[in-house]
């Protein structure tokens, strides 16, 4: 047996039984569909052995053919699945779940919790990445005891310079990250952030308690800032953005070392700073900070007409981007 529950439903659920990772939680969902109208939350509880499994998942519009395709989560994120009583479901379990919820649909793409269960053979595509975590669950001692002693010392640095971090509790909070983002973006050589403005007010919105705009500022001015999602056992550094010519100032090092603490203080069990695949110097700073790299992975599945009509679209774009024989200088 497999059924949709509705958004008010899977609040209830959570209030009483939060997912471990923010972007498992009606939150998330809420904001994704305030900022792209072509995405609406979908979770789906199925029967597993008598078992019900809750899996948190978005449905896309599906497109001019009406396509049924549904992700967990949108832009990487990740989901998982939860029991009735709020345990995570086994790997097993999982993965009965979405071999159900795979077979009622055309298309879907899944992103498990690296730090819980996985499911692991239901995909016809997988895609391997690296999240970096530190342990908080012993404490914001024992955590900070694993950054190495540069990182240490440029965190001290900056405390020394009149760095200072705290969360902004605020709509300015919002304006002012969102401009630092833009900022970085054309740095980054990015014709726009990565996000839009409206995701971030979604989630000030929708998040509460579990979404922080931090900022590390010097003599009042802010000049480095994150936004922090939180689930029951992760603090999730979902976007950082730093203002360049402050960079000697250290304030990353500073925020960082903040919220390791901030996330011990809360009884969390990871402190997860995300993917920084192609980003060696992102990963060294990662390193620098104590995190250890855990192997996730995208688990992508279609159905055969999808399949089919997936590679009917890349053949056809492959023939038009070909050069004719004029072209190639090869006469007519």
């Known amino acids: 047996m497999m059924e949709s529950i509705s958004l008010a439903e899977w609040g209830e659920f959570d209030a009483k039984y939060a997912a471990p990772t923010f972007f498992a939680r009606p939150a998330w969902a809420s904001a994704l569909a305030y900022a792209y109208p072509h995405l609406r939350p979908h979770p789906v509880r199925v029967d597993v052995g008598g078992t019900r499994v809750l899996v948190p998942l978005m449905q896309t519009s599906g497109g001019r053919l009406a396509w049924r395709e549904l992700v967990g989560m949108p832009l990487g994120t990740y989901t998982c699945a939860l029991r009735d009583d709020g345990t995570p479901a086994s790997a097993r379990e999982f993965e009965a779940a979405v ?179 192609g980003l060696p110097g992102v990963e060294r700073f990662k390193r620098g900070l104590g995190a250890k790299n855990v192997p996730y992975a995208q688990l992508h599945y279609q159905s055969l007409r999808l399949n089919a009509y997936t590679r009917l679209r890349s053949s056809l774009r492959l023939n038009r981007a070909q050069p004719t024989p004029s072209q190639r200088g090869g006469g007519p």
């Open 99 to 277: 071999a159900a919820i795979a077979r009622t649909c055309d298309g879907l793409t899944l992103v498990p919790w690296p730090l819980g269960p996985v499911p692991a053979g239901f995909s016809t595509r997988r895609t391997t990445h690296e999240t970096a975590v530190i342990d908080v669950s012993h404490g914001a001692e024992e955590a900070l005891s694993g950054v190495a002693g540069v990182s240490r010392r440029m965190a001290g640095q900056a405390a020394r310079r009149g760095v200072n971090c705290a969360p902004l509790r605020s709509a300015l909070g919002i304006t002012t990250y969102y401009g630092m983002l833009r900022e970085a973006a054309e740095r980054w050589g990015l014709m726009k952030p990565p996000f839009p403005q409206e995701l971030l007010e979604g989630l000030v919105a929708y998040g509460g308690t579990d979404v922080e705009i931090w900022f590390a500022q010097c003599d009042n001015h802010p000049i480095a800032g994150g936004v922090i999602v939180y689930g029951s056992q992760e603090l999730f550094f979902w976007s950082a953005a730093m203002r360049q010519t402050f960079a000697h100032l250290r304030p990353s090092n500073a925020l960082n070392v903040t919220l390791i603490e901030a996330a011990a203080e809360r009884k969390l069990h990871w402190y997860n700073l995300g993917a920084s695949e």
